[in-house]
């Protein structure tokens, strides 16, 4: 067996040209594959937390049927003994209750219809980012202030200014219509269209008052330190709960639009993957081949002095295994610091495509990530689709008969 | 002869050049499908929009895109509808009234589009009527509205129910009415069907206080590649008092994704390129060093070192060419087959349809991509092959004799 | 006419680092319509010299001048197009293109040249009536004997009426039958047209015809003077 490694390895560098151009193929299938695939997944990541972060949390606890049917009726009480659990799970980074609701407001001659949000800003400032998005004025500084803090678009079409006072019409939780004045304090940038466009951030308490439910809440925000565990502290707050009135819900389960367009992307960036490691693999298989049958006549001679056929393969299998193994180890090495480089410094767009994906409600900056899994993973995907495109040759080697090996130039 | 050459001796190891071949082929094919796939799923989303409620052209007040307020109405709608009716590249149009307002049901209320419209006229310009899943379209009597599915959803209203719609009206006072709901639409856009609501423009009027008035109107044109023209035909017909606005003007951020997407498949290509070039340099280098004497032969008997190397170029080209035609051929195929039956993409819907795609999706063969296949896979394989070629240029026609 | 002159021709090869002296200053005038056999024991610089005059190869050091142009000075391109028009190949392993058919081998020098299909067609049937090959025509190498792709090998040196043939062992891997046709050939075509030929060979049978003979011993020539073949 030793012999047969030390053999394998001389025949590697007999035809040093080519079997450098082959391992070249495998570094930069490889160096490529893990350097997309970090950049797909530390974009990805960098997004979810940028978009959870923003304002939805990572974990709502909701009433079970609000999703479905996101109104009043579909509210619950916070208890002292959900907060307790809540501040309990050291996985917790901050939670903020809140009442959502919708309707029009009115400034002037314009009313425009809105979503109605009603936070403790204390509190959800230990969860979302919205605070750091005021873009004029400030936020509003207490749950009972009657003061409210508006999209920069919304603002915009209003035609108010801040510090004007408006009017908010909204149908309460009796459905009686009901009407209050607020004091516009400040305008929020989030690039997200819906919140700049429709959103309007009121005291918690304020908008309790409004529709007249006192006590009860729409949503109870919960942002956790890692992202990882979002299904763990889930699973666990669900373990605890009585799910018939109050469920934990992913965000993967609030925002299922986000979770599928994040996959599809995924998706069509391993497809893309795929396609590339198959044509290296093609690659392979013909220089396999080719340094089998030119040595068809070698083989013939060693099948003829009684080698067994299964050690020529076996051979064969070795000098392949030593490409790939070279290959991607070289690719992952050259990956690797290409992606430690670009998790720390990302790619930044600039110009029209940065315009756009801020638009989308994305950050114009693709930084990589190093996963170990996703390193694996991809390193085993190129060993494995090249080992089956090297099976035909090495089914050549096994069918090949000494005589005719002998004969063959 | 060169040719005949180099198409005999890519038969020599038949083998070998089939490999190369498929995957070339594979490699195009692949590229041609996702290339199909993005660019199907990217026009559905503009074609969805412009379907749904955009239309070809909007003509509105001048200023009302960036500022819609009611007030803003078209100064004299007759000018606009003689304009539009002495058109030639306008097919249909419809006059709309429309207010962003709030809706509410017994149980809950959402904010929304109303939008006021002429029933017959805007079933030959959006998709709204053929959309509609329950109940009817709008007969125009009064107080009958249409809604999207998702909209009735969280208002929690199903045909006959009743909405109070509220929005700003031209006084400044918040103007509102009763309607039943006559119909449910759903379209491929989930933003879409939880936003908007149509009801005929009269019954909009008069709650809004608009009488007569009109703030926008849709047009759909004959050709849709000549909307530009069409639209500079209305510009300058309608003057300064008017915006006409297409589809492009009105979907910048769809329009210009598709320009994004053009330049990443760019990237895409030169991935794929750069992949297949590593084959075709091995292949080519192992066929010509498997030459080498008959390349000196070739060099002794006067062959310049030149048309040595367009040997090796032409050989790989042809190699190229075939393989480009081939994938190309299966690629095409490929594309046709499923543009006509469309792929389900389901398990992606709720994706798909926040993006206004819709769960199937619809590949398109666009010339683009066959003009970039037909450019790019050959001249990389003639790239591939100028390493090899080289090798074979620079051989002595002494030592190459002797080589065995 | 002078066709070929070498003046002190050394040529060193280095074979794995040891320099090996294949030609030790040679000297040699050819003229038109010679029939001229190089002759020596193996490893005496036959093959060498051969090559140097048919500016395969370049001479370490001294002057080869082909028609009294120095080939050293000239470009590879320019070398190239010497060879194509001026001088004619014959290889001890016949060397034909394997993916050629007969005749299009014989094409095949002409289309170097440029000449347009037709003339081709025409000028390689003539060659290959002239030396009774006419059958081979559409036959690939490897569907031929070996006289028959040496005699294709012939067909296409001469075919574009170069001054000098160069024939490196042309009959080592033929019969002797087979390569007295050859060689009969050969001279009929130095008869007839005035073509210089030029043999590097050991072979009995060859250098029985010729009407010069070099005879080379460790890269030097020993003796130079007339063949059994002379008149």
């Given at each position: 067996?030793?012999?047969?490694?030390?053999?394998?390895?001389?025949?590697?560098?007999?035809?040093?040209?080519?079997?450098?151009?082959?391992?070249?193929?495998?570094?930069?299938?490889?160096?490529?594959?893990?350097?997309?695939?970090?950049?797909?997944?530390?974009?990805?990541?960098?997004?979810?937390?940028?978009?959870?972060?923003?304002?939805?949390?990572?974990?709502?606890?909701?009433?079970?049927?609000?999703?479905?049917?996101?109104?009043?009726?579909?509210?619950?009480?916070?208890?002292?003994?959900?907060?307790?659990?809540?501040?309990?799970?050291?996985?917790?980074?901050?939670?903020?209750?809140?009442?959502?609701?919708?309707?029009?407001?009115?400034?002037?001659?314009?009313?425009?219809?809105?979503?109605?949000?009603?936070?403790?800003?204390?509190?959800?400032?230990?969860?979302?980012?919205?605070?750091?998005?005021?873009?004029?004025?400030?936020?509003?500084?207490?749950?009972?202030?009657?003061?409210?803090?508006?999209?920069?678009?919304?603002?915009?079409?209003?035609?108010?200014?801040?510090?004007?006072?408006?009017?908010?019409?909204?149908?309460?939780?009796?459905?009686?219509?009901?009407?209050?004045?607020?004091?516009?304090?400040?305008?929020?940038?989030?690039?997200?269209?819906?919140?700049?466009?429709?959103?309007?951030?009121?005291?918690?308490?304020?908008?309790?008052?409004?529709?007249?439910?006192?006590?009860?809440?729409?949503?109870?925000?919960?942002?956790?330190?890692?992202?990882?565990?979002?299904?763990?502290?889930?699973?666990?707050?669900?373990?605890?709960?009585?799910?018939?009135?109050?469920?934990?819900?992913?965000?993967?389960?609030?925002?299922?639009?986000?979770?599928?367009?994040?996959?599809?992307?995924?998706?069509?960036?391993?497809?893309?993957?795929?396609?590339?490691?198959?044509?290296?693999?093609?690659?392979?298989?013909?220089?396999?081949?080719m340094?089998?049958?030119e040595?068809?006549?070698?083989?013939?001679?060693?099948?003829?002095?009684?080698?067994?056929?299964?050690?020529?393969?076996?051979?064969?299998?070795?000098?392949?295994?030593?490409?790939?193994?070279?290959?991607?180890?070289?690719?992952?090495?050259?990956?690797?610091?290409?992606?430690?480089?670009?998790?720390?410094?990302?790619?930044?767009?600039?110009?029209?495509?940065?315009?756009?994906?801020?638009?989308?409600?994305?950050?114009?900056?693709?930084?990589?990530?190093?996963?170990?899994?996703?390193?694996?993973?991809?390193?085993?995907?190129?060993?494995?689709?090249?080992?089956?495109?090297?099976?035909?040759?090495?089914?050549?080697?096994?069918?090949?008969?000494?005589?005719?090996?002998?004969?063959?130039t | 002869m060169l040719l005949t050459i180099a198409w005999r001796n890519i038969w020599r190891n038949r083998r070998r050049s089939v490999i190369v071949l498929?995957?070339i082929v594979?490699?195009?094919?692949?590229?041609?499908?996702?290339?199909?796939?993005?660019?199907?799923?990217?026009?559905?989303?503009?074609?969805?929009?412009?379907?749904?409620?955009?239309?070809?052209?909007?003509?509105?007040?001048?200023?009302?895109?960036?500022?819609?307020?009611?007030?803003?109405?078209?100064?004299?709608?007759?000018?606009?509808?003689?304009?539009?009716?002495?058109?030639?590249?306008?097919?249909?149009?419809?006059?709309?009234?429309?207010?962003?307002?709030?809706?509410?049901?017994?149980?809950?209320?959402?904010?929304?589009?109303?939008?006021?419209?002429?029933?017959?006229?805007?079933?030959?310009?959006?998709?709204?009527?053929?959309?509609?899943?329950?109940?009817?379209?709008?007969?125009?009597?009064?107080?009958?509205?249409?809604?999207?599915?998702?909209?009735?959803?969280?208002?929690?209203?199903?045909?006959?129910?009743?909405?109070?719609?509220?929005?700003?009206?031209?006084?400044?006072?918040?103007?509102?009415?009763?309607?039943?709901?006559?119909?449910?639409?759903?379209?491929?856009?989930?933003?879409?069907?939880?936003?908007?609501?149509?009801?005929?423009?009269?019954?909009?009027?008069?709650?809004?206080?608009?009488?007569?008035?009109?703030?926008?109107?849709?047009?759909?044109?004959?050709?849709?590649?000549?909307?530009?023209?069409?639209?500079?035909?209305?510009?300058?017909?309608?003057?300064?008092?008017?915006?006409?606005?297409?589809?492009?003007?009105?979907?910048?951020?769809?329009?210009?994704?598709?320009?994004?997407?053009?330049?990443?498949?760019?990237?895409?290509?030169?991935?794929?390129?750069?992949?297949m070039i590593?084959g075709i340099v091995n292949t080519m280098l192992m066929s010509v060093f498997e030459r080498i004497q008959e390349i000196g032969v070739l060099m002794a008997i006067g062959m310049s070192v030149r048309r040595i190397f367009a040997m090796v170029l032409i050989e790989a080209g042809t190699l190229g060419i075939i393989g480009t035609a081939t994938g190309l051929a299966?690629?095409?195929?490929?594309?046709?087959?499923?543009?006509?039956?469309?792929?389900?993409?389901?398990?992606?819907?709720?994706?798909?349809?926040?993006?206004?795609?819709?769960?199937?999706?619809?590949?398109?063969?666009?010339?683009?991509?066959?003009l970039?296949v037909l450019i790019i896979i050959p001249l990389t394989t003639v790239l591939g092959a100028v390493y090899p070629a080289v090798r074979a240029m620079r051989l002595q026609p002494v030592t190459a004799i002797r080589y065995v | 006419m002078e066709v070929i002159r070498l003046e002190?021709v050394?040529k060193?090869?280095?074979?794995?680092?040891?320099?090996?002296?294949?030609l030790?200053?040679i000297d040699l005038r050819i003229t038109q319509g010679e029939f001229t056999v190089i002759a020596?024991?193996?490893?005496?610089g036959k093959t060498t010299l051969l090559n140097i005059m048919g500016a395969l190869d370049k001479a370490?050091?001294g002057k080869v001048f082909l028609e009294k142009e120095e080939i050293g000075e000239k470009s590879r391109d320019e070398i190239s197009a010497f060879r194509l028009e001026k001088l004619g190949f014959v290889f001890q392993a016949y060397n034909l293109i394997p993916v050629l058919t007969a005749m299009e081998n014989i094409e095949f020098t002409m289309m170097l040249l440029g000449i347009e299909e037709k003339q081709r067609r025409d000028r390689a049937r003539e060659v290959m009536r002239e030396l009774d090959i006419e059958e081979l025509a559409d036959k690939r190498p490897n569907e031929m004997s070996g006289g028959q792709q040496q005699r294709v090998a012939v067909a296409r040196a001469i075919v574009n009426n170069p001054s000098i043939i160069l024939a490196d062992e042309p009959t080592a891997n033929l019969d002797s039958e087979t390569g007295a046709n050859l060689l009969d050939l050969m001279e009929k075509m130095n008869r007839d047209h005035k073509l210089t030929f030029i043999f590097s060979s050991h072979d009995r049978q060859v250098i029985d015809r010729a009407r010069r003979l070099v005879?080379l011993?460790?890269?030097?020539?020993?003796?130079d003077?007339n063949g059994n073949a002379a008149q």
């Amino acid at each position: 067996m030793g012999l047969l490694v030390k053999l394998a390895w001389r025949n590697l560098w007999r035809n040093r040209r080519r079997t450098m151009i082959t391992i070249s193929a495998v570094v930069f299938a490889t160096f490529l594959s893990l350097i997309m695939r970090g950049i797909q997944l530390g974009t990805y990541d960098q997004n979810i937390s940028w978009a959870l972060n923003l304002f939805s949390g990572y974990i709502q606890l909701q009433h079970p049927e609000f999703k479905a049917n996101p109104s009043l009726h579909r509210s619950f009480h916070f208890t002292p003994g959900m907060r307790e659990a809540l501040r309990n799970d050291d996985r917790i980074r901050g939670f903020a209750p809140r009442v959502y609701g919708d309707g029009l407001i009115s400034f002037g001659q314009n009313s425009l219809g809105t979503a109605l949000f009603g936070i403790d800003p204390d509190e959800e400032r230990s969860v979302t980012r919205m605070h750091e998005k005021v873009n004029a004025g400030r936020m509003i500084v207490s749950s009972k202030a009657s003061e409210i803090v508006v999209g920069r678009t919304l603002l915009k079409n209003l035609k108010a200014q801040i510090g004007d006072t408006a009017v908010v019409l909204s149908q309460g939780y009796d459905g009686a219509l009901g009407n209050m004045k607020y004091r516009i304090v400040g305008s929020v940038r989030t690039g997200m269209q819906d919140f700049d466009r429709a959103a309007v951030f009121m005291g918690f308490e304020d908008l309790q008052e409004l529709v007249s439910m006192q006590g009860r809440v729409s949503v109870v925000a919960i942002a956790l330190h890692d992202l990882h565990d979002i299904e763990d502290v889930t699973e666990n707050l669900n373990a605890g709960m009585d799910t018939s009135e109050v469920r934990a819900l992913s965000w993967e389960e609030i925002m299922p639009d986000m979770k599928q367009g994040i996959e599809l992307d995924n998706y069509s960036g391993m497809l893309m993957l795929a396609i590339l490691i198959v044509i290296v693999a093609f690659g392979i298989l013909n220089t396999v081949l080719m340094s089998v049958t030119e040595r068809f006549r070698e083989f013939g001679i060693l099948l003829s002095i009684g080698m067994p056929q299964r050690q020529l393969v076996m051979l064969v299998f070795v000098e392949t295994l030593y490409m790939l193994l070279i290959g991607i180890l070289v690719g992952n090495v050259l990956a690797l610091g290409v992606n430690l480089y670009l998790e720390a410094n990302p790619i930044t767009l600039t110009g029209e495509i940065a315009a756009m994906t801020e638009e989308y409600g994305w950050l114009p900056v693709m930084p990589s990530v190093v996963l170990p899994s996703s390193m694996l993973n991809t390193s085993f995907a190129i060993l494995s689709i090249s080992l089956i495109a090297a099976l035909y040759p090495l089914y050549r080697v096994l069918t090949l008969e000494p005589l005719k090996g002998i004969r063959y130039t | 002869m060169l040719l005949t050459i180099a198409w005999r001796n890519i038969w020599r190891n038949r083998r070998r050049s089939v490999i190369v071949l498929v995957s070339i082929v594979v490699g195009i094919a692949a590229v041609m499908f996702n290339d199909g796939l993005s660019i199907g799923m990217i026009r559905q989303m503009l074609e969805n929009s412009i379907g749904s409620h955009v239309s070809h052209i909007q003509i509105h007040a001048q200023g009302f895109n960036d500022n819609r307020v009611i007030q803003n109405v078209v100064p004299k709608p007759a000018e606009v509808e003689s304009a539009l009716r002495n058109t030639a590249g306008v097919q249909h149009w419809s006059p709309r009234v429309l207010s962003f307002g709030l809706l509410s049901s017994a149980l809950n209320s959402s904010g929304g589009v109303i939008v006021g419209v002429d029933p017959e006229r805007e079933k030959d310009v959006t998709t709204i009527r053929r959309s509609i899943v329950e109940g009817n379209y709008l007969t125009g009597a009064a107080h009958e509205v249409v809604i999207g599915n998702r909209l009735a959803d969280k208002l929690n209203v199903g045909i006959g129910d009743k909405v109070v719609g509220m929005a700003s009206a031209l006084s400044g006072d918040v103007g509102s009415d009763l309607f039943r709901v006559a119909g449910i639409f759903e379209t491929v856009s989930s933003e879409f069907d939880k936003a908007y609501m149509f009801t005929s423009i009269d019954n909009a009027r008069s709650m809004l206080e608009l009488e007569d008035r009109i703030l926008e109107y849709a047009v759909i044109v004959r050709d849709i590649n000549r909307v530009e023209a069409v639209a500079a035909e209305l510009r300058q017909k309608l003057g300064d008092d008017y915006e006409v606005l297409t589809y492009i003007d009105l979907l910048p951020i769809l329009v210009s994704q598709v320009d994004m997407y053009k330049s990443m498949m760019y990237v895409v290509y030169l991935i794929i390129a750069i992949a297949m070039i590593f084959g075709i340099v091995n292949t080519m280098l192992m066929s010509v060093f498997e030459r080498i004497q008959e390349i000196g032969v070739l060099m002794a008997i006067g062959m310049s070192v030149r048309r040595i190397f367009a040997m090796v170029l032409i050989e790989a080209g042809t190699l190229g060419i075939i393989g480009t035609a081939t994938g190309l051929a299966l690629g095409t195929g490929l594309l046709l087959l499923f543009s006509s039956i469309g792929i389900d993409f389901s398990i992606f819907s709720e994706g798909l349809t926040s993006f206004g795609v819709g769960a199937v999706i619809y590949p398109r063969l666009t010339l683009d991509t066959v003009l970039n296949v037909l450019i790019i896979i050959p001249l990389t394989t003639v790239l591939g092959a100028v390493y090899p070629a080289v090798r074979a240029m620079r051989l002595q026609p002494v030592t190459a004799i002797r080589y065995v | 006419m002078e066709v070929i002159r070498l003046e002190h021709v050394e040529k060193i090869y280095s074979d794995n680092g040891v320099p090996v002296h294949a030609l030790r200053g040679i000297d040699l005038r050819i003229t038109q319509g010679e029939f001229t056999v190089i002759a020596g024991p193996s490893g005496s610089g036959k093959t060498t010299l051969l090559n140097i005059m048919g500016a395969l190869d370049k001479a370490s050091k001294g002057k080869v001048f082909l028609e009294k142009e120095e080939i050293g000075e000239k470009s590879r391109d320019e070398i190239s197009a010497f060879r194509l028009e001026k001088l004619g190949f014959v290889f001890q392993a016949y060397n034909l293109i394997p993916v050629l058919t007969a005749m299009e081998n014989i094409e095949f020098t002409m289309m170097l040249l440029g000449i347009e299909e037709k003339q081709r067609r025409d000028r390689a049937r003539e060659v290959m009536r002239e030396l009774d090959i006419e059958e081979l025509a559409d036959k690939r190498p490897n569907e031929m004997s070996g006289g028959q792709q040496q005699r294709v090998a012939v067909a296409r040196a001469i075919v574009n009426n170069p001054s000098i043939i160069l024939a490196d062992e042309p009959t080592a891997n033929l019969d002797s039958e087979t390569g007295a046709n050859l060689l009969d050939l050969m001279e009929k075509m130095n008869r007839d047209h005035k073509l210089t030929f030029i043999f590097s060979s050991h072979d009995r049978q060859v250098i029985d015809r010729a009407r010069r003979l070099v005879i080379l011993k460790d890269g030097l020539i020993e003796r130079d003077g007339n063949g059994n073949a002379a008149q």
